[in-house]
């Protein structure tokens, strides 16, 4: 699967499961959870999801998340570059919420910034990943660069990523809201509803209960069908996500995917959340 000239890469923020993975020939470079000074690559197998989110909410000291060195992303690309790849497509997470890119871009530099072409993904979790597999699927037909970019373009314009919050404590720990609105959120059991867009993490609605914040959830994933790709994502919450999926089962495609998310993004959003990541039909047209 790697004989294509031109490969693609991405982070591992992308969720693009390992089966995918590999059938593609995609090439993964990991991000970092730090926790009680060890820094651990979250790349599916140093770091036990399960084990993780089961000890997250009890953990005296919140974990934080890294982007790759500029040095690991100068190896990564180098390996790429002799395993015969003539050019590299690398699909990451966006530059405003993460340090990746700018790491990505440093590696690129010292190996050949020439033969790199790096693509903001202006999104998150599958989100990215839909665009990898999408530019992989080109790269493998031995398609140009310029076919494969105005295909992640089409992808990135039609998919779309939402989540519901189920609750603002990792948020707080992380720093991303403050204390109080976390405490007010946890009284009234408030739910945010949240969508990626352009890159910016965005607050689309706060439901007082949980049944209500699934049901907005539903109809903004009914809203983009008929859809061509699909994938359901949760943390630590695989009951509720495969609940969800039944819920719009006739409207979802029949290999949509149900995905536990990458622990870089479950450290600030916390256990029992659930989203979904669709593409609609006419990135294709």
Not at 5 to 32: F, H, K, M, N, Q
Not at 165 to 182: C, K, P, Q, W, Y
Not at 188 to 205: A, C, M, Q, T, W
Not at 244 to 257: C, K, M, R, V, Y
Request: proline share 4%; net charge negative.
């Amino acid at each position: 699967m790697t004989s294509s000239r031109i490969r693609i890469a991405a982070d591992s923020v992308c969720d693009l499961p390992a089966e995918l993975v590999a059938a593609l020939g995609v090439s993964v470079i990991p991000t970092y959870v730090n926790i009680g000074g060890q820094s651990i690559a979250d790349d599916g197998v140093g770091l036990d999801r399960e084990q993780y989110y089961r000890d997250l909410p009890s953990l005296a000291e919140q974990p934080t998340t890294a982007a790759p060195s500029p040095g690991d992303a100068a190896e990564f690309y180098q390996r790429m570059l002799n395993d015969g790849a003539e050019h590299i497509v690398s699909i990451h997470v966006p530059e405003n919420l993460s340090g990746t890119l700018n790491a990505m871009r440093l590696g690129a530099e010292s190996v050949g910034r020439d033969r790199i072409t790096l693509v903001d993904s202006l999104q998150l979790t599958f989100g990215i990943g839909l665009q990898v597999w999408a530019a992989a699927e080109l790269a493998q037909a031995d398609a140009d660069l310029d076919a494969i970019l105005e295909r992640i373009q089409s992808v990135r314009e039609n998919c779309k990523v939402y989540a519901i919050i189920d609750t603002m404590e990792f948020l707080r720990r992380s720093g991303r809201v403050n204390s109080l609105v976390a405490s007010v959120g946890r009284l009234l059991r408030i739910k945010p509803v949240i969508r990626v867009d352009g890159g910016e993490i965005e607050s689309i609605g706060r439901m007082r209960t949980w049944s209500r914040a699934e049901q907005r959830l539903r109809e903004l994933a009914l809203a983009e069908a008929p859809m061509d790709r699909m994938a359901v994502l949760h943390i630590a919450n695989r009951a509720g996500a495969e609940s969800f999926l039944e819920s719009i089962q006739d409207s979802a495609p029949s290999d949509t995917l149900v995905i536990e998310t990458t622990p870089t993004m479950g450290t600030h959003i916390g256990p029992g959340s659930i989203g979904v990541a669709t593409l609609n039909r006419n990135w294709r047209l």
